[in-house]
């Protein structure tokens, strides 16, 4: 019996090629039967596409065509962000190079955990995280599966900063900040975050001001660079400045934001973001890479010592005495996989040019959107667009009706658009990171909006199409 080939080694080319030709096949299937942004029908009818093409998920005997089956069934039941008309949310469509150097990465399977199980992997991530931590005024970086998990390290590195303290650090941040962030504060149990509400969508840093003068250290104030909700920026050199006043510690997330440091058009927005402790960025956004590749940006890298950690088995004393790199400080988790092989080669590939210029396109087409919407009589826009974040809604309707013609592009499959609640009204949400989108697509995603006819909610439950 011939046993399962391996994607390494001398043969691992050669049993590679074939089955790439099987999924890139696959995939032009899948895409072509989903025929829009979003398979139609709603959960229920993908989850019994998804069933039927799977069958029994663990047979007796294994099923030759199982490849193809099953790329070809999550192709077309996937919301390809690819498509303009799929603009919800902050998930962006990688880069065909990025793509290719993660196959690369899954390929040769390096574990960033110690030295042995991936010499070239460790390096690259060395010179890679160094080199983007210096774009944020940093001096070293650790890569993270993206803002949740830096967010829960930038928390985790300011208390073990003040762990002389039994109280520990308190968070204060605003209202807008990603939802992370106070899960991170009950997650390494520090106290209940300070909330400053920000009814204008930012941080305010008057009240900031007034919330720090009557706390007691140690404080970590957060900052959004980017928020989730309508892509705002706060006033950074502001907040740091507050910061320096009353003593606090200083994290900014720049999940979305931090992209614009590639821009030479934009990257002023981020004033103030090298006065930060630590700063979490993604590249998953505006880098357009495949998931995951999120890293968080230390200023001080003695901060970093805390991280460290012993197991003899992969980095035992004398080994590290000998000159094999100590890996285990350099992240939580243990079993890692190289995600800065896709980062280095897209940098290499693009250069900053290349993807300043990517981040100049999708900002645009938000302007370009916005003023779409702004001439048109039957819509309201929230705001003009900071970075690539759209709000928009159907001039005087109510909150159920915004809600109900989401809900029904997304069941017809004509258009995945994203939702954001701000001023105490429902808004539908553009996120805009297709730089491949073009004007006649952002008006052909107007003009779905338009005409849409929400279905009641029963209908849409059951999987009726409206007539």
């Known amino acids: 019996m011939t046993a399962a080939p391996l994607a390494s080694g001398p043969q691992g080319p050669g049993a590679l090629r074939p089955l790439l030709d099987t999924v890139l096949e696959a995939l032009r299937e899948g895409t072509e039967a989903r025929g829009g942004p979003i398979p139609a029908g709603g959960p229920e009818a993908v989850a019994a596409q998804v069933r039927d093409a799977l069958g029994e998920p663990l047979p007796v005997e ?49 574990s960033l955990d110690s030295w042995d199980q991936a010499p070239a992997a ?36 300011a208390r073990e900063t003040h762990s002389a303290t039994h109280r520990g650090v308190q968070l204060v941040c605003g209202a807008n900040a990603h939802h992370s962030l106070p899960r991170a504060a009950w997650l390494l ?27 007691q250290g140690p404080l970590l104030v957060a900052a959004t660079a980017g928020t989730t909700d309508a892509g705002l920026i706060d006033p950074l050199p502001e907040i740091a400045d507050l910061c320096d006043t009353h003593g606090a510690r200083l994290h900014i997330d720049a999940a979305y934001g931090g992209g614009l440091l590639f821009s030479d058009r934009h990257r002023a927005r981020l004033d103030g973001l090298a006065r930060a402790h630590t700063v979490t960025l993604d590249l998953h956004k505006l880098g357009w890479q495949p998931v ?16 460290d ?23 939580l988790r243990t079993t890692r996989r190289p995600d800065i092989l896709k980062i280095a080669v897209t940098l290499k590939t693009l250069g900053r040019t290349g993807l300043g210029r990517l981040v100049d396109q999708v900002c645009a087409l938000a302007q370009e959107f916005a003023a779409l919407v702004e001439a048109h009589p039957g819509f309201e826009l929230y705001d003009r667009p900071t970075i690539s974040t759209v709000l928009f809604r159907p001039a005087d ?40 989108t073009r004007p006649g697509d952002l008006a052909a995603l107007l003009k779905l909006v338009e005409l849409a006819e929400p279905a009641e909610p029963a209908e849409l439950a059951e999987g009726h199409t409206p007539t």
Do not use: F, M
Request: proline residues 7%; charged residues 20%.
């Open 62 to 110: 294994g099923e030759p065509d199982a490849l193809h089956r099953l790329v070809r069934a999550l192709a077309a039941g996937t919301a390809d962000p690819a498509d303009p008309l799929c603009a919800a949310h902050l998930h962006t469509p990688p880069l065909a190079v990025a793509a290719a150097a993660d196959l690369a990465a899954s390929v040769l399977n390096p």
């Open 122 to 157: 460790s390096a690259l991530e060395a010179l890679v995280t160094r080199a983007v931590a210096a774009e944020a005024g940093a001096t070293d970086a650790l890569v993270t599966t993206g803002g949740t998990e830096s967010n829960q390290l930038a928390l985790l590195l």
């Open 189 to 215: 149990g520090l106290p209940e975050p300070v909330v400053i509400p920000t009814p204008a969508g930012a941080l305010d840093p008057t009240a900031l001001d007034d919330a720090l003068t009557h706390l």
């Open 292 to 307: 995951a590749a999120g890293l968080l940006a230390v200023r001080d890298a003695p901060d970093l010592a805390v991280l």
């Open 309 to 331: 950690h012993r197991a003899d088995y992969l980095n035992a004393d004398d080994d590290t005495e000998a000159g094999l790199p100590d890996l285990l400080g350099r992240s």
């Open 397 to 436: 309707a109510s909150d159920d009706a915004v809600a109900a013609v989401r809900r029904q592009l997304l069941h017809d499959g004509r258009a995945v658009i994203g939702r954001a609640e701000l001023d105490g009204h429902l808004w539908l949400k553009a996120t805009l990171l297709n730089p491949h």
